[in-house]
C-alpha cells in the first residue's frame, strides 16, 4: 500500500540551528509532494511544492526541500531557525491517481531560544 | 489569492443537535472539495471528497449519513454533522482544488482555517 512517513514525531532545535525534517513515501511512481506548516487551531499553509522539473524546491519562510526519486524522499530542510517556526509540519502526497493528499502523521517543531 | 474560509470557526452544540459547517472558495471556483477531520495532536483524516452538483464520495469508515456533505455551486461546500455525540467534537477543516490549476497545480488543496466542534 501506498503511504506516507515522516521519522520523528517531535523535533527540538536552538534559535539559528538548522532544521531538518524528514519525509518518505512508499511507491514506484513518482508523485506529486507538498509540505504544509499548521499552527495551532489554524488550517494549513503551503510552505511548498514538488511536481515537476528541478528537484529543488524552494518555499517561503526559507524552507526548501529536495526530491530525491532514488531514496523517495522529501525532506523539508531550513538553514536557520527562527522562533516562529515552532509548528506542526505535514508531509503531504498525492499519487496522480486522483486527487487525494495523504498525510504523514506530522512533526511538531520547538525552537529553543 | 486562493483563500478558502470556513464558517463558524468555534460552535458548541448540545448532543442530539445537528450542525452545518460552511466552506467557501473566496476568489476561485472549486471543482472539488475535501473535509477532513483532525483529532489533538493528531493528522488529518480525509473524511469526504465533494464535488459540485454531484454525490459526495466518502472514505471507508465514514457514515454518510451522519456527515451529510452538499457542495451546491463552486464556491460553497457544507458539511452537517446530524444527531451529534460528543465523540463527534472535533477540529474539522476543509479543502478546495482550484478549477483553473493546471499540472501539478491541480493537485494542490487549499486550505481553510477550520472549524471546532464541540458536542456537550
Known amino acids: 500500500a501506498q503511504s506516507v512517513t515522516q521519522l520523528g514525531s517531535h523535533v527540538s532545535v536552538s534559535e539559528g540551528a538548522l532544521v531538518l525534517l524528514r519525509c518518505n513515501y512508499s511507491?514506484?511512481?513518482?508523485?506529486?509532494l507538498f509540505w504544509y506548516v499548521q499552527y495551532p487551531n489554524q488550517g494549513l499553509q503551503l510552505l511548498l511544492k514538488?511536481?515537476?522539473?528541478?528537484?529543488l524546491v524552494k518555499g517561503i519562510n526559507g524552507f526548501e526541500a529536495e526530491f530525491k526519486k532514488s531514496e523517495t524522499s522529501f525532506h523539508l530542510t531550513k538553514p536557520s531557525a527562527h522562533m516562529s517556526d515552532a509548528a506542526e509540519y505535514f508531509c503531504a502526497v498525492s499519487w496522480i491517481k486522483d486527487y487525494k493528499l495523504s498525510f504523514g502523521a506530522g512533526t511538531t517543531v520547538t525552537v529553543r531560544a | 489569492g486562493a483563500v478558502v474560509s470556513q464558517h463558524p470557526s468555534r460552535v458548541i452544540c448540545k448532543s442530539g443537535t445537528s450542525v452545518k459547517i460552511e466552506c467557501r472558495s473566496l476568489?476561485?471556483?472549486?471543482?472539488?472539495m475535501f473535509w477532513y477531520r483532525q483529532f489533538p495532536k493528531k493528522s488529518l483524516m480525509l473524511m469526504a471528497t465533494?464535488?459540485?452538483?454531484?454525490?459526495?464520495?466518502?472514505e471507508q469508515g465514514v457514515e454518510k449519513d451522519k456527515f451529510l456533505i452538499n457542495h451546491a455551486s463552486l464556491t460553497l461546500s457544507t458539511l452537517t454533522v446530524t444527531s451529534a455525540h460528543p465523540e463527534d467534537s472535533s477540529f474539522y477543516i476543509c479543502s478546495a482544488r482550484d478549477l483553473r490549476g493546471a499540472g501539478g497545480s491541480l493537485y494542490e488543496q487549499y486550505f481553510g482555517p477550520g472549524t471546532r466542534l464541540t458536542v456537550t
Open positions: 465533494s464535488n459540485e452538483g454531484s454525490k459526495a464520495t466518502y
Open positions: 476568489d476561485f471556483q472549486a471543482t472539488t
Open positions: 514538488y511536481t515537476t522539473g528541478a528537484t
Open positions: 511507491s514506484s511512481v513518482p508523485p506529486y
